[in-house]
C-alpha cells in the first residue's frame, strides 16, 4: 500500500523558518518526481514546487520561488520543503504529492501568524 | 501560466442521477511528448484529494468505471453516472503538462 506521511507543520512568526518532511512508503520512491501542493483554508489547491526522481531539477511556483526550497534522499525515500521567510498568505495544509499526483499525503499545517 | 476555468462552481444532485464539470484551458495541454497531461480529483469533505483520472481518460487505481473523461486540446469534461453519496465532495481539474501546473477552481458536488 502506498503512504505519504508528512509532518513538521505547526504555527510559525512572519519571517521564520520551517521544514516539512514527507516520508514515501509501497513503492520505488527514487523512480518518481515527487511535488508539493498546498490548500489555504477554505480554498482551492496551488502547486508549489516539483523534484524530479534524481534531485538534479527542482521548480517552483512564483509564490515561494526564492523562499522556499524542495529537497529529496532517495536513500531514505523522504521528501523535504525548506520554507523560509514565511508569510501570512503561506498559511495552508501541505501536501505530499508523487509525479502526475497519483498519491497524496494526509497534509500537514503550516500557520503563519504572529 | 494555463488558466483553468472549471464550471460549474457547484452541482446539486440527486442518487443515481449522471451529471457532467467541464474544464477549459487557456492554452493547449498536449506535451511535446504527445500526451495530455489533464487530471481530474475528487476531495472528499476533510480529506485528501484522490486522483480519478490522468492523461484526460484513464481511470485511477480503484476508480469505479462510474466515472469517465472525456475532451481534447483545450476541453475537458469529467462525466459522473449513476451518482452515489460517496461521490459527494469536491472536484479539481489539474494539468501538469506545463509548469506551472495550475488547478481549476473546483466543483462542489452536493445533494439535493
Known amino acids: 500500500e502506498v503512504q505519504l506521511v508528512e509532518t513538521g507543520g505547526g504555527l510559525v512568526q512572519p519571517g521564520r523558518s520551517l521544514k516539512v518532511s514527507c516520508v514515501a512508503s509501497?513503492?520505488?520512491?527514487?523512480?518518481?518526481?515527487m511535488s508539493w501542493t498546498r490548500q489555504a483554508p477554505g480554498k482551492g489547491l496551488e502547486w508549489v514546487a516539483s523534484?524530479?526522481?534524481?534531485?538534479?531539477?527542482?521548480y517552483y511556483s512564483d509564490s515561494v520561488k526564492g523562499r522556499f526550497t524542495i529537497s529529496r534522499d532517495n536513500a531514505q525515500s523522504t521528501l523535504y520543503l525548506q520554507m523560509n521567510s514565511l508569510r501570512s498568505e503561506d498559511t495552508a495544509t501541505y501536501y505530499c504529492t508523487s509525479s502526475a499526483l497519483a498519491y497524496w499525503g494526509q497534509g500537514t499545517l503550516v500557520t503563519v501568524s504572529s | 501560466d494555463v488558466v483553468m476555468t472549471q464550471t460549474p462552481p457547484s452541482l446539486s444532485v440527486a442518487i443515481g442521477q449522471s451529471v457532467s464539470i467541464s474544464c477549459k484551458s487557456s492554452q493547449s495541454l498536449v506535451h511535446s511528448d504527445g500526451k495530455t497531461y489533464l487530471n481530474w480529483l475528487l476531495q472528499n469533505p476533510g480529506q485528501s484529494p484522490k486522483r480519478l483520472i490522468y492523461?484526460?481518460?484513464n481511470l485511477g487505481s480503484g476508480v469505479p468505471d462510474r466515472f469517465s473523461g472525456t475532451g481534447s486540446e483545450k476541453d475537458f469534461t469529467l462525466k459522473i453516472s449513476r451518482v452515489e453519496a460517496e461521490d459527494l465532495g469536491v472536484y479539481h481539474c489539474v494539468q501538469v503538462t506545463h509548469v506551472p501546473h495550475t488547478f481549476g477552481a473546483g466543483t462542489k458536488l452536493e445533494l439535493k
Open positions: 492523461q484526460v481518460s
Open positions: 523534484i524530479t526522481n534524481g534531485g538534479s531539477s527542482t
Open positions: 509501497g513503492f520505488t520512491f527514487r523512480n518518481y518526481w
